[in-house]
């Protein structure tokens, strides 16, 4: 929620600050920029201090960061916000994953990264319910303070009930081994260097900074292009931006299930992977017409079907440092993949900004989005031909 707020109320600020494209693109680099760095920052810490603690951090910095944008009153105001937000929320991921990594099997990883992923549209889904709604009664500085504010009562949750497997005082010794049945090998300190040495890694990479940028273009742009091409006002966005992100839980939980069920069906992880992004890149093209389509609800439902596809080639794509690096260097990895999947969301944002104020139209970013997934898996395919797990180098 706290990182859509801004793509919701676009336009009322516009109004209101007189920002162009432009601004807003910087604003939007100014978030991805500070991502990046938060990325390898964040992605570290939490494989140092683990993942409750290093979680729990990240949490209250970026909740603190997003109430802050209620106190700006100009775009540098708000470009430190979205520097603050940005950099918090980069321990999302790498925690997230991690918690994975340290709670399932591997022929159970990516639907539960599915299920995740799905939860996490959920306040993409909420956001355009509400926003408008606080907006219009309290002003929008209060929409960025409740949201912002949501995030300290799920870090009383995450604190009273997260623990490792090891750690949880109602797992059996028989859940506690299916669990462990298939990690890799345990390693005890990680350097940069030995990350950065494999082919595995930069698979995950790549795939992150050619699909990152197309879901951060989702959440900031979709609203505008919505208002700006199909009428709609601040108020009429919510049920289609809801039907879009619904359509995206589905394709995240069934992406997820997918490759999950080849898996137990006897595919190989490298098979089932791979098979189920290129489906859901597949499903992602026709998304390059979305803005040809007079009708709003077949812009809707392509956007949305492409949504969905995105968000079933990430849950795969998320899966795969887990299924090639131990435990203890996932987070960091994911760190790395985080870290060039914001860099391509500040390109993303540059690109955005000057084609719709030189040109007024969204045809270069859809004609982007429909053809990303497809360079991302041929660059995973070509550096981890196998997906087979590393032989870990300690150091």
Known sequence: ????????????????????????????????????????????????????????????????AAMGHAAASSLAGFTAARAGLGFGEAGVFPASIKSVAEWFPRKERSLAIGIFNAGSNVGAILTPLLVPWITVRWGWRWAFLITGAVGFLWLILWLMFYRKPEEHPRLSKSELAYICSDRLMTVSRISWASLISYRAA??????????????????????????????????????????????????????????????????????????????????????????????????????????????????????????????????????????????????IAKIVGYTLQWTGSYMIPFLIAGSAYFVALACIHILSPKLQPVEFRQS
């Open 1 to 64: 929620m706290d990182r859509q707020v801004l793509g919701v109320l676009k336009t009322t600020l516009q109004h209101t600050f007189g920002w162009n494209e432009i601004d807003y693109g910087n604003l939007v680099f100014a978030f991805q920029t500070a991502y990046a760095v938060g990325m390898v920052v964040m992605g570290r810490l939490i494989d140092g201090l683990g993942t409750k603690i290093g979680y729990a951090l990240a949490m209250i910095f970026w909740s603190l």
């Open 202 to 347: 930069w698979a995950f990479v790549a795939g992150k900074f050619f699909i990152d940028p197309i879901w951060w273009f989702y959440l900031f742009w979709v609203p505008d292009f919505l208002q700006r091409n199909h009428g709609l006002a601040l108020m009429q966005i919510g049920v289609p931006i809801v039907v879009i992100y619904v359509i995206a839980d589905i394709g995240s939980v069934a992406g997820g299930w997918l490759s999950a069920w080849m898996i137990r069906r006897g595919k190989s992880v490298n098979f089932a992977r791979k098979t189920t992004m290129l489906l859901c890149a597949m499903c992602i093209l026709p998304i390059v017409a979305a803005y040809r389509i007079e009708g709003l609800w077949g812009a809707v439902l392509i956007i949305g079907l492409a949504a969905g596809g995105h968000q079933g080639f990430s849950a795969n794509l998320f899966a795969v440092p887990s299924d090639t690096f131990p435990s203890q260097a996932v987070g960091s990895v994911v760190g790395m993949g985080g870290m060039a999947g914001a860099i391509g969301g500040m390109l």
